[in-house]
């Protein structure tokens, strides 16, 4: 049975699989990087204007009552003054430079508020700076004076939370991007689920999709109209479509007799742009009948997972032999893209963060000595064939009015062939969307909906 992406609330709880799901934790915001509800940006504004601004934290706390998480119990300067020294009420030390403080400055003459930007100008900052005085205010406030009689004041909660401590930088890593939750073929019994009409209207509902295509990477939309145009309905909710080569949308239509036997194998799209399409959403408007059309899907950060572990010479071929991958041709327009990368990609610490594989757009060009040919189409064959795997392979059949929504980065999706069609003809119809836009939206929407990162 498949569950509601209500059920996933958990995902920044349990971040090494989707068994043993808790209830979500949800605090009112405060500290001062979030933002938060205040009505409107008049009011917000309207608070902000003393010349020494005590933070956006202050006036959540002004607004809601609530007081911050960290309490300074003093500060101190460090001997050569370029430092401070932050005692917490609830244990241990921070310890903050000079320069930085300078540069976060977050008083109306150095901080716009309602762009929420820098004023200050690196060209009129010495970067050797020493902090004259330091010291904690009554309302929770470090304040600091400099050489040239310039004031700062910042919200102990707003410093804590910047912390230059290594555990702190690891976890402002992990907690800057949703973390994928890594699946195989039992994701069906529990596949995130939302209804279009919900999506449409409801932010819990659109947050729940977004949340759930960034950490499983896959999300099943029901009860969608089966009319054409419905995905670019959800993209302009979200914010707007990615265009391609293929223009704003793109439509399969199989007649019977045509790719009857033919199946198209697991993939991830457009590999050959620089930016590959982040995201995808497929909707079925007319499904065939009888055993073909069954889509696949495959958890592309899982393979690549196992083939570290079971072969790590295969998995160092993969991220490392970089393919011309290219398509030409005229679909929205006359087109020659290509671009070069791994199969597996991965980012500077490590982590496997996109998949490139595509059979279809896979150059006849091999840019590597010939002694690391056979290698290479060993490492590829062992990604296929673990891909395949009945450990790892999802398949679902759409029917009219399903969309699935998926990380384009991420999630293999392929489809069986046609064989045994009863119906006149297979209709799908898709779009692309940018994940700089969706995390955006996703933010946005975490802030409406009073909603802190799980921890």
């Keep these: 049975m498949l569950r509601s992406s209500r059920c996933l609330w958990s995902s920044f709880l349990n971040p090494v699989g989707l068994q043993g799901h808790t209830a979500p934790v949800r605090r009112i915001l405060v500290r001062s990087d979030a933002c938060f509800s205040l009505g409107s940006q008049k009011q917000a504004v309207g608070l902000l204007k003393p010349a020494i601004r005590n933070s956006i934290h202050d006036v959540v706390r002004r607004i809601t009552g609530v007081r911050s998480i960290a309490t300074a119990v003093s500060a101190s300067l460090a001997p050569d003054q370029r430092a401070i020294h932050v005692q917490w009420a609830e244990g241990g030390q921070d310890t903050f430079p000079a320069v930085w403080l300078r540069d976060s400055c977050q008083c109306e003459r150095c901080f716009h508020p309602a762009t929420k930007s820098r004023t200050l100008l690196l060209a009129n900052m010495d970067t050797s700076i020493a902090i004259k005085g330091v010291e904690v205010t009554p309302d929770n406030l470090v304040q600091l004076t400099w050489p040239d009689g310039h004031v700062s004041s910042f919200d102990a909660d707003w410093l804590k939370f910047r912390s230059f401590k290594e555990e702190d930088l690891l976890k402002r890593r992990k907690h800057f991007r949703v973390q994928p939750l890594m699946w195989g073929s039992d994701l069906l019994k529990k596949l995130p689920t939302v209804d279009f009409g919900q999506v449409l209207t409801d932010d819990q ?38 265009k391609t080569n293929c223009g704003e949308d793109f439509t399969i239509s199989t007649k019977v007799g045509a790719s009857k036997d033919g199946r198209l194998g697991l993939h991830v799209d457009l590999p050959y742009y620089d930016q590959t399409p982040g995201i995808k959403a497929i909707h079925c408007i007319v499904q065939c009948q009888g055993d073909g059309g069954v889509s696949q899907f495959v958890d592309g950060f899982n393979v690549a997972r196992e083939i570290k572990d079971i072969d790590p010479q295969a998995f160092q071929l993969l991220t490392t032999v970089l393919l011309d991958f290219s398509s030409i041709g005229e679909r929205a327009y006359k087109f020659h893209i290509t671009f070069r990368k791994p199969i597996i990609g991965i980012n500077k610490y490590g982590e496997v963060d996109n ?8 150059p006849y060009t091999l840019n590597i000595p010939f002694e690391n040919v056979k290698p290479f189409y060993a490492a590829l064959k062992l990604f296929n064939k673990t891909m395949y795997s009945p450990k790892y392979l999802v398949t679902y059949k759409m029917k009219a009015g399903d969309m699935v929504v998926f990380n384009n980065n991420r999630i293999l999706t392929g489809c069986t062939g046609l064989h045994g069609v009863q119906s006149d003809q297979r209709h ?17 929407l975490q802030q409406d909906l009073g909603i802190t990162e799980y921890s």
């Design 205 to 242: 509902a659109l947050y729940d999709l977004l949340h759930n295509v960034a950490s499983v990477g896959l999300v099943l939309v029901q009860n969608t109209p089966t009319s054409t145009g419905q995905c670019k309905r959800l993209a302009q909710r979200i914010a707007y479509v990615r």
């Design 355 to 362: 998949i490139s594989y595509n059979d279809q757009v896979r």
């Design 428 to 444: 799908l119809e898709g779009v692309f969307m940018d994940w700089d836009e969706a995390f955006s939206r996703l933010r946005v």
